[in-house]
């Protein structure tokens, strides 16, 4: 994740991945959340198997995709001008077609595919397993649709084609969909009822990425702190499970337990976390095993109990406030990032104040903040008017993220003078002569290159720093390598 933007994700090309034997050419392209790009890496596995390389050309393509988010409106406008360059590359490959995975399928199934006419497949989060009969509709000149929501499916069973991938760091999906109702969230309309993923096959894909060459993984979830495996199902079916099942069922604190024990010298990082969900067994997990990084993203999304209470976020600012005091007591060099949401509707001058005196409190690492967008069909649209005019939001929006600027500086300043292990992931941004990585609080470490590569774990002094970015000079590999 970049350090304190706006947008979370911006569009992103999965690269070329080639297949013996495979002749047709599919291009994808991701936006959202990182378990889109994670989805990304499924639907390439699937259709892989049914005769398509991956391509980093559009005007290429036989099939291109475009994987969705609908959590804001700026996303969707955002894939509707792709959706136009996509059907004008088309008119010089009639044979080309068209499809929208993920949220924004779900959401705008019959208007992308029956109104506006501007795509050829609509597919939804839970269908992607039915991708080869759907392509072959599309072949026969068919429109294809199946956006049905499922109970069941994980994907645990496909194993995933890395494509977006450095080799080094990897995304492992333990859960999908979400049963919290935040009152301005679409997720739980778009990707359906909360379910996990069997344990041992987490484990065993976390085993493949090790022997394989990666380094660091990062388990995915709505809300991972709600994984709970008890022989499948639907969590809130677990009142009704087996004593045998509740006895032997697996949470989050476990799983986690789980994989750093399966892989003691990989690194460990999960995403995204829920207030009301996180509990102390998961903290003090993370501090029994040191391949598990210090680093937990929390979304408190409002500083004002009042708008929680509108969200439907079922967490006081107090009971946040002791979750954080709590992280700090059990992991003191734990860094903390967020999700802010600014102009809900109702919002007064106080809750945005309130807002800004929990950040204070907090002094976040680093976050993610956006302006309140309206999506269609959440409670939050058909409870509320959309009351914040733009100027507003716009002022507010930006206090919040010179707040962070201050807030992030303040914590990048906190290194300097420390020795901390940076697992490299590529080459510096702004010079080729450095190396990027990143520590165990997931802050950007820039240094220069020497000896190392891509992957070594290696011990850097840290010399200065930026909001975003700890510069410093290498020391010597870890005794991780």
Same mark, same amino acid.
């Given at each position: ?8 994700k ?15 050419k599919l ?19 699937? *259709? ?11 005007e290429?393509?036989?099939l ?6 609908s ?5 969707e ?14 008119? @010089? ?14 959401? *705008? ?14 597919v939804?989060?839970?269908a ?45 999906? !333990? ?27 987490i ?10 060459g ?40 476990? *799983? ?15 995403s ?6 996180? @509990?102390?067994?998961?903290?003090e ?8 990084c210090n ?6 999304q ?10 439907n976020?079922?967490? @006081? ?6 979750? !954080? ?7 003191p ?41 309206e ?38 300043? *906190?290194? !300097? ?44 002094? !840290? ?5 975003? @970015? ?12």
């Amino acid at each position: 994740m970049e350090k304190i933007i706006e947008e979370k994700k911006q569009g992103t090309t999965i690269k070329p991945n080639q297949k013996s034997g495979n002749t047709r050419k599919l291009y994808i392209e991701s936006y959202g959340c990182q378990m889109n790009f994670s989805d990304s890496e499924i639907v390439a596995s699937i *259709l892989s198997k049914e005769g398509f390389n991956t391509t980093s050309s559009l005007e290429d393509a036989d099939l291109v995709l475009v994987n969705t988010c609908s959590i804001r409106e700026k996303a969707e406008l955002t894939v509707r001008k792709r959706l136009e360059k996509f059907n004008a590359v088309k008119k @010089t490959r009639p044979h080309m077609k068209v499809g929208v995975l993920g949220c924004m399928a779900e959401r *705008l199934k019959s208007q992308l595919l029956e109104e506006e006419k501007i795509v050829d497949m609509v597919v939804g989060p839970d269908a992607y397993k039915d991708l080869p009969n759907l392509v072959k509709e599309v072949d026969d000149g068919r429109n294809a649709v199946n956006v049905i929501l499922s109970k069941e499916e994980t994907y645990g069973d496909i194993a995933p084609v890395r494509l977006n991938s450095n080799g080094v760091t990897a995304f492992v999906s !333990i859960t999908r969909g979400c049963d919290n109702m935040c009152t301005f969230c679409v997720v739980p309309f778009t990707r359906g009822r909360e379910r996990s993923r069997d344990p041992q096959s987490i484990v065993e894909e976390v085993n493949d990425l090790w022997n394989r060459g990666f380094k660091e993984i990062t388990l995915l979830g709505q809300n991972v702190d709600s994984y709970l495996w008890y022989g499948g199902g639907l969590k809130k079916d677990f009142k009704d499970s087996t004593e045998i099942q509740k006895a032997t069922a697996v949470n989050f604190s476990q *799983l986690l337990a789980m994989v750093a024990e399966a892989q003691p010298k990989l690194r460990i990082r999960f995403s995204t976390s829920n207030p009301q969900d996180m @509990t102390m067994d998961v903290i003090e997990t993370m501090a029994h095993y040191n391949n598990i990084c210090n680093y937990i993203h929390l979304p408190v999304q409002s500083g004002s109990d009042r708008i929680l209470k509108a969200m439907n976020r079922l967490h @006081t600012r107090d009971e946040y406030f002791k979750l !954080i005091d709590n992280i700090r007591k059990i992991i003191p060099d734990c860094a903390i990032s967020q999700d802010i949401i600014t102009g809900f509707p109702t919002e007064t001058e106080q809750d945005h104040q309130d807002t800004l005196s929990l950040m204070d409190y907090v002094k976040y690492d680093f976050g993610f903040m956006f302006a309140y967008s309206e999506r269609p069909g959440t409670m939050a649209a058909r409870k509320f008017e959309d009351d914040i005019p733009h100027e507003i939001k716009k002022r507010r929006l930006s206090e919040i993220i010179e707040k962070q600027l201050a807030h992030s500086l303040y914590r990048t300043q *906190l290194h !300097i003078g420390k020795i901390e292990e940076v697992l490299i992931e590529g080459v510096s941004k702004k010079s080729d002569t450095q190396w990027r990585g990143r520590n165990s609080q997931n802050t950007v470490v820039v240094f220069p290159k020497e000896n190392y590569k891509v992957g070594d774990f290696v011990m850097v002094q !840290i010399d200065s720093c930026t909001s975003a @970015t700890l510069i410093g000079t290498a020391l010597d590999y870890s005794e991780n390598n």
